[in-house]
């Protein structure tokens, strides 16, 4: 009978403790309202888009330069403290752009939440391990890409809500998404704050060099690849799906933005349906599969110029992208079990990829129109096929 309620008292333990977590996993999804932000930046300001993708692009240049430092942040002063950090630093960024929406003010802003993100995906992910592990540790994860993805398609719901309703009178607007974030990012800290999390002793001490050398193992690499294509094909859906409809139909921005909250549907779907299939189905089979549906929707968007098969294509690719980072970040961590700190930083690091795929989706975009875009993104969807094969089984 103790035992039992031992055993309920632990498993209750566990729930609080997660309910902070996620919620740290829904301010985690506040980097994704960029795509929407930039749409509209661009709109104000009358960008090209090459001009407009520079936005995502620098949101995810820092990822490149805080990911591995921030592994070795967590060395020194633990996961818990460092998740904090990364909030405050996405609170201080998403209140700047309530103050103004000039081009500074929002290169400023996006600067800030590209930072604040890349400490979060770093330091949030490793921590979940020390609440959950082993073969249920892809499902968790996915779980929180789940509750990520529900920030992640309110963004442009809420900016259209901003848009065109009462907000416009106070100065807001659109921007009206950044203050509603922002209190959830101040909840997001005081709950994390009061919830003790016991955490397992720190990786041992080690340099950014020694972290690179990481990516000489070839499996490490496969997966830092593989990363930075899903990030790319994340955040060119995001940027180029109203585009693609804007210039293959003619809608205003306000309703070719529905795209947007399409592609986050789905996959915010594929990740809540990911979260209980990655626990019976094989990682290797279920990310074919998810492949495949981004590899039939990169065809039907080169085909197709009517509305309903767009969005077709757009569902595909959010289902299908759902839940490829968890299967690789996951992959990666039980790949190299006693480095997960500096693996975690370089699968961050690899997001990186939001930075060069809109840029080049950009240059593509001005020079041939959306196709080009598109065209960009399908190599991220051959290499994560070429990827499947190289996935191992977790015991």
Not at 162 to 186: D, E, H, K, M, Q
Not at 218 to 241: E, R, S
Not at 344 to 363: H, K
Request: neutral net charge.
């Amino acid at each position: 009978m103790e035992n039992n309620y031992n055993l309920v008292n632990d498993k209750k333990g566990q729930i609080m403790q997660m309910i902070p977590v996620m919620l740290c996993f829904f301010a985690m999804g506040f980097v994704d309202l960029v795509g929407t932000a930039s749409n509209y930046v661009q709109k104000d300001l009358g960008l090209t888009d090459s001009q407009a993708n520079l936005f995502p692009s620098l949101v995810f240049f820092w990822f490149l330069i805080f990911s591995v430092p921030t592994g070795m942040l967590m060395n020194k002063i633990g996961r818990k403290k460092t998740v904090l950090l990364s909030l405050i630093v996405t609170f201080v960024s998403l209140i700047i752009p309530i103050t103004g929406d000039s081009y500074n003010t929002m290169l400023i802003s996006f600067s800030l939440l590209g930072i604040g993100n890349a400490i979060m995906q770093t330091s949030l992910n490793p921590l979940v391990t020390n609440l959950i592990s082993g073969d249920k540790l892809a499902s968790t994860l996915t779980f929180g890409q789940f509750v990520k993805a529900i920030a992640s398609f309110l963004a442009p719901i809420l900016a259209v809500w901003g848009a065109t309703t009462y907000f416009p009178t106070f100065g807001l607007g659109w921007r009206v998404l950044f203050a509603i974030y922002a209190v959830i990012s101040f909840l997001s800290i005081s709950l994390l704050t009061a919830t003790p999390i016991e955490e397992e002793r720190p990786d041992k001490a080690s340099g950014v060099g020694e972290c690179l050398k990481l990516l000489g193992r070839p499996f490490i690499l496969l997966c830092f690849l593989g990363i930075m294509c899903h990030v790319g094909i994340d955040v060119g859906t995001n940027t180029t799906a109203p585009k693609i409809i804007m210039e293959r139909l003619g809608l205003p921005l306000e309703e070719a933005s529905f795209s947007t909250s399409i592609y986050f549907i789905f996959r915010t779907a594929g990740c809540f349906l990911g979260a209980f299939l990655l626990r019976s189905m094989s990682p290797k089979l279920f990310f074919g599969i998810s492949v495949m549906m981004m590899l039939v929707a990169m065809i039907m968007l080169f085909i197709f110029d009517t509305l309903t098969p767009i969005y077709i294509s757009i569902a595909l690719i959010g289902f299908g992208n759902s839940n490829v980072f968890s299967v690789i970040f996951s992959q990666a961590l039980v790949y190299t079990p006693n480095e997960k700190n500096e693996v975690s930083g370089l699968m961050i690091m690899g997001l990186f990829g939001g930075t060069i795929f809109p840029l080049a989706m950009g240059y593509a975009a001005d020079a041939i129109g959306q196709v080009g875009a598109v065209a960009v993104m399908t190599i991220g969807v051959i290499y994560l096929t070429y990827y499947t094969l190289k996935i191992k089984q977790i015991k």
